[in-house]
């Protein structure tokens, strides 16, 4: 019963912003570190971001000062704030939740920066 739903996925212009939100359930959010993760057509599957049990967060380097990773435990979702978009973003956003062995990935989002 595990699950984690992404959305807020769609077509951004260049220099846009977009928030994705990662929805969880079946599991003691709290507890787990969430990720974000992204794959282009071609390209592996790369980090964006991390966020700890204790809200520590980090960064790929080319998305520091224009991504921000939060998450509300009350409403057990994670939120990827993306600002200054290039088309270079263009990928399939997947979040991702980890604990010692477990480790849950969602379905992903594709987000599309283009004119």
């Known amino acids: 019963q595990v699950q984690l739903v992404e959305s807020g996925g769609g077509l951004v212009q260049p220099g846009g912003s977009l928030r994705l939100s990662c929805a969880a359930s079946?599991?003691?959010?709290?507890?787990?570190?969430i990720s974000w993760y992204r794959q282009a057509p071609g390209k592996q599957r790369e980090l964006v971001a991390v966020i700890t049990s204790g809200r520590y967060t980090n960064y790929a380097d080319s998305m520091k000062g224009r991504f921000t990773i939060s998450r509300d435990n009350a409403k057990n979702t994670v939120y990827l704030q993306m600002n200054s978009l290039k088309p270079e973003d263009t990928a399939v956003y997947y979040c991702?939740?980890?604990?010692?062995?477990?480790?849950?990935w969602g379905q992903g989002t594709q987000v599309t920066v283009s004119s």
């Open positions: 991702k939740a980890d604990r010692l062995l477990d480790h849950y």
């Open positions: 079946g599991f003691t959010f709290s507890a787990y570190a």
